[in-house]
């Protein structure tokens, strides 16, 4: 979420209040196939968004399991977010 936050920034040349609203995360967890908790693992993103941007960080998401990613990280989170 903090990852997400900042690169938001950078788009906006540093200035947060050019956010309208964050749109979707889509969040890839790293899991076996017994493990179904993807979810709870996602909303500690969702929670960033909201506690920075309030209401309009209020989003739709998306929580899936996959049996690895990239370079062996355990989470990656993916945003769409509209800026002015």
């Given at each position: 979420g903090l990852n997400i936050a900042a690169q938001?920034?950078?788009?906006?040349?540093?200035?947060?209040?050019?956010v309208k609203r964050?749109?979707?995360?889509?969040?890839?967890?790293n899991s076996g196939h017994?493990?179904?908790?993807q979810p709870k693992i996602i909303?500690?993103?969702?929670?960033?968004?909201?506690e920075i941007f309030g209401e309009i960080g209020r989003h739709a998401r998306s929580a899936v399991g996959v049996n690895?990613?990239?370079?062996?990280?355990?989470?990656?989170?993916?945003?769409i977010v509209e800026i002015e």
């Open positions: 938001v920034k950078a788009a906006c040349d540093g200035d947060l209040n050019k964050v749109v979707k995360l889509v969040g890839f967890v017994e493990f179904t908790d909303n500690g993103a969702s929670d960033v968004m909201v690895t990613l990239p370079l062996g990280v355990t989470t990656e989170v993916e945003a």
